[in-house]
C-alpha cells in the first residue's frame, strides 16, 4: 500500500521560508515522477513543482521559478520542497503525489497547510 505523508506546514509571515517535507512508502519510484501541488481556498488544484525520481530533473510553475526548491532524498524515500520569499498568495493546502507520467499522479498524500501572513 503506497503511502505518501507530508509534513512541515505552518504559520509563517510573508517573506519567511518553510520546508515541507513527504515520506513515501509502499513501494519503489524508480521512474516514477513526484510532485508537489498545492489547493488554496476556492481555487483549483494546482502544480507547484515535479523531480523525476531517478534523473532528478526539475520543473516549477512560473509563480514559484526563483523562490521554491524541489529535492528529494533517495534513500530515505523523502520529496522535498523548500519555500523563500513566501507571499500570501502561496497561501493553500501542498499536496505531494507521484506517477508514472508527469501529467497524471497515482499517488497523493492528504496535504499540509500553509498560510502566509502579510
Known amino acids: 500500500q503506497v503511502q505518501l505523508v507530508e509534513s512541515g506546514g505552518g504559520l509563517v509571515q510573508a517573506g519567511g521560508s518553510l520546508r515541507l517535507s513527504c515520506a513515501a512508502s509502499?513501494?519503489?519510484?524508480?521512474?516514477?515522477?513526484m510532485g508537489w501541488f498545492r489547493q488554496a481556498p476556492g481555487k483549483e488544484r494546482e502544480f507547484v513543482a515535479r523531480?523525476?525520481?531517478?534523473?532528478?530533473?526539475?520543473s516549477y510553475a512560473d509563480s514559484v521559478k526563483g523562490r521554491f526548491t524541489i529535492s528529494k532524498d533517495n534513500a530515505k524515500n523523502s520529496l522535498y520542497l523548500q519555500m523563500n520569499s513566501l507571499k500570501p498568495e502561496d497561501t493553500a493546502v501542498y499536496y505531494c503525489?507521484?506517477?508514472?507520467?508527469?501529467?497524471?499522479?497515482?499517488?497523493w498524500g492528504k496535504g499540509t497547510l500553509v498560510t502566509v501572513s502579510s
Open positions: 523531480i523525476w525520481w531517478t534523473s532528478g530533473t526539475t
Open positions: 509502499g513501494r519503489t519510484f524508480n521512474g516514477f515522477v
Open positions: 503525489a507521484a506517477g508514472s507520467v508527469a501529467w497524471s499522479m497515482d499517488y
